[in-house]
């Protein structure tokens, strides 16, 4: 059962990395349009785009959001283990454990924080004034749901731990 949670799970956060994807090739449309019209007179065309380097900086935003919880899951996160391979294998598990632990606990901790804020935002009618005027809970709400995301992937490493070797992960190793 755990396993086909797992694997759907793991579904979920390859499209929501694909979703990343796609809004990474949507920004570099974005700033190649707004860097050419700026550059090229065009008659009819604007010079720029006023909006582009606003939209350009959410969608980088989304796609942290998007790409993260499936970057945790590949192993490719930041993650310094050169202490850990030193290490006897039965100590460097238990290391990995409080890692994960302190992991989800952070995970958890930034996700009520969030919520809390978006909520608190939505509430107050809060809104971000640049070239365009957006309410700002719409910059805080993927944040709560990209930490419960990381989260739950937090608990499913925390289950390959457990049922692998009694050693240091080697996903993501920088020293042998």
């Not at 396993?3 to 499209?15: E, H, I, K, N, V």
Request: hydrophobic fraction near 60%.
């Amino acid at each position: 059962m755990i396993d086909r949670l797992s694997s759907a799970y793991g579904r979920l956060l390859s499209a929501l990395a694909m979703l990343g994807c796609a809004i990474l090739m949507a920004m570099m449309l974005l700033i190649v349009t707004d860097v050419a019209l700026r550059n090229l007179a065009i008659t009819g065309l604007p010079m720029g785009l006023a909006w582009g380097t606003e939209v350009s900086e959410l969608m980088l935003y989304l796609i942290t959001m998007c790409v993260a919880p499936w970057l945790l899951r590949q192993g490719q996160h930041i993650r310094v283990d050169i202490m850990l391979q030193a290490l006897p294998p039965r100590a460097a598990w238990l290391l990995e454990w409080v890692g994960d632990l302190i992991g989800l606990a952070s995970c958890l901790m930034i996700a009520a924080y969030g919520a809390q804020a978006a909520w608190s935002s939505l509430l107050s009618g809060a809104v971000n004034i640049k070239t365009l005027v957006t309410p700002e809970w719409w910059m805080l709400a993927p944040l709560p749901v990209v930490f419960v995301l990381l989260g739950i992937e937090m608990i499913f490493r925390m289950i390959r731990l457990q049922r692998g070797t009694r050693g240091p992960r080697h996903d993501a190793v920088s020293a042998a």
